[in-house]
């Protein structure tokens, strides 16, 4: 065989594995939302199917660092742990300092009433409206942006947030009514406090250790957000649940615990396929990929309903409701596509003076900044930048770092084409 | 493991073809063809400079129609 063929097998199998690992994570979102539908038919108490998951959610996480702290080879002398082939900047039991954990506790709180809710609402909705209904996060985070850098939204923009509205409003009529408290409880409350949690999450990961220049890796921050969940979800659980309920986490939580543990379980696999992705492939066609959750929480919720037809609902709400349904997902995804895939880089190539290498954590820092390279050679950084539109990165980025006084030459280079990570 | 930028300059209308055969190198973790002074930019990934040497050398100087090219090394990432 020849080398020529070994390569292009070798990078045709790396491009399955990539997409294999977002298409396969956007399944077990799906699974697990339809698995949550089941619980919550069997145990009609959402504080009680909060608590049962964080404790779940906990032991499969402790479990997984135990299994990735393992050493599995030594380079330079250095035992190298199973987990930095998820993660390479995986450090086994490491605990962040409270400039992280702040973050991760202010999530944490959220996590566990956004968590109570999204129990309350499967009671309402089934599993092929949840979720669209949990796509609605993603306008918060866009609206937030314009506010804040006072900056107009794109076109993309504009049409991708009527999409996501008028998909996740035809997806609630599917049910043939329209519960306007209950969709108000899921696109404000829960999808508002999964907007803060996200926001909390980005300035957890964005912290970097300077003594050994790494950032929190993706798995111990997930297990730090499960264990503070967890506590403040137990604190809350043992103040605003009543003593019956209390018994009741012991009674009828074993008969479900190990369906929550399936759950869990599929969440926390669905996560793991995207940290690997991530190392392999684009964040935007990883998220685009992923919003396919959306459409396959229809087929998936269906199969259930036919398995289990009394514990699974699916809601027709007429003979239109499985075309409103599709549409809604349709909808959805197309608006969610279209925010992940019309991003562009743009690279910027600077010479600075010999105080502008102090700058370089200022410059990480501005918005749409996703890397800076500090270079031996003719130019002394390499800037890349993620943004919607060129004139959104000149105005929110580039602009900015003309603006530093050590800039003293920055060229901007717009990507027509890119292959690769 | 190193890491380096390779900016590089192609002579007109041979860019589709010079792309191609970058895609056949391994050691390239980024391919972009860009606008500008330089043609395409290339992100690649060795274990140390000798491996740089041969892939510059053998794989990227010698493909017909790269004029010319400048190699930074990345001394540091932040992010």
């Given at each position: ?9 070798s ?5 399955f ?16 939302v339809v ?9 009609d ?64 709180v ?7 809710l ?15 209904l ?9 609206i ?43 696109l ?14 980005k ?5 970097v ?21 967890l ?14 309920q209390?018994?009741g ?25 995207i ?23 229809i087929?998936?919720?269906m ?15 007429g ?24 991003e562009?880089r ?5 010479k600075?003076?010999?105080?502008g ?21 003719k ?43 | ?10 002579k ?8 191609e055969?970058?895609?056949q ?6 391919l ?36 010319e ?11």
């Open positions: 065989m020849s080398e020529m063929s070994v390569r292009t097998r990078a045709l199998s790396k491009k594995l990539f997409y294999g690992l977002a298409l396969t994570s956007a399944v077990l979102s799906a699974s697990y698995v949550d539908t089941y619980v919550s038919a069997l145990l108490d959402s504080m009680i199917l909060a608590q049962l998951s964080w404790m779940a959610g906990a032991l499969i996480i402790g479990s997984l660092m135990l299994v990735l702290a393992i050493p599995l080879r030594r380079i330079n002398g250095i035992r190298i742990p199973l987990g930095t082939h998820l993660d390479p900047n995986f450090r086994p039991f490491f605990l962040p300092p409270w400039a992280v954990l702040k973050w991760v506790t202010l999530s944490g959220f996590m566990s009433i956004s968590t109570m999204y129990f309350q609402l499967l009671q309402e909705f089934d599993a092929s409206i949840m979720a669209p949990m796509s609605f996060t993603i306008i918060y985070l866009l937030g942006d314009f506010v804040l850098e006072k900056d107009n939204p794109t076109m993309i923009e504009i049409q991708g947030i009527i999409a996501i509205v008028a998909g996740i409003f035809i997806s609630s009529l599917s049910r043939g009514e329209f519960d306007a408290k209950a969709v108000f409880l899921a404000v409350v829960m999808n508002g406090m999964s907007a803060l949690i996200t926001i909390f999450n300035k957890a990961t964005q912290w250790d300077l003594s050994t220049r790494q950032p929190l890796d993706a798995i111990t921050f997930r297990f730090y957000a499960v264990v503070t969940t506590i403040i979800n137990s604190i809350l659980f043992i103040i605003l649940a009543d003593p019956q209390h018994l986490l012991w009674r009828v939580g074993r008969t479900v615990f190990w369906t929550i543990i399936l759950s869990m379980f599929l969440a926390t696999l669905s996560y793991i396929f940290i690997r992705a991530l190392r392999m492939g684009k964040m935007s066609i990883i998220n685009s990929l992923s919003s396919f959750s959306v459409i396959l929480s087929p998936l919720t199969i259930g309903h036919f398995v289990l037809p009394d514990a699974i609902p699916f809601d027709l709400g003979s239109n409701g499985i075309i409103l349904k599709s549409i809604g997902a349709v909808l959805v995804i197309t608006g969610m596509l279209g925010l992940a895939l019309s562009v743009v690279l910027a190539i600077a600075v003076t010999e105080d290498l102090k700058q370089i954590n200022h410059i990480a820092s501005l918005k749409g900044v996703t890397r800076v390279s500090v270079l031996a050679g130019y002394d950084l390499l800037i890349t930048i993620r943004t919607r539109s060129i004139g959104k990165g000149y105005r929110q980025t580039i602009r900015k770092i003309r603006g530093i006084p050590t800039v003293q030459y920055l060229e901007t280079i717009t990507i027509m084409k890119e292959w690769g990570s | 493991m190193i890491s380096a930028y390779i900016l590089i300059d192609v007109k209308g041979h860019t589709v073809k010079v792309v055969l970058l895609k190198v391994d050691e390239i973790e980024l972009s063809v860009v606008t500008g002074e330089y043609d395409i930019i290339i992100r690649i990934k060795v274990q140390e400079l000798d491996e740089l040497f041969d892939i510059m050398v053998n794989k990227i100087d010698s493909i017909e129609g790269v004029n090219t400048v190699t930074s090394i990345v001394e540091k990432d932040f992010k």
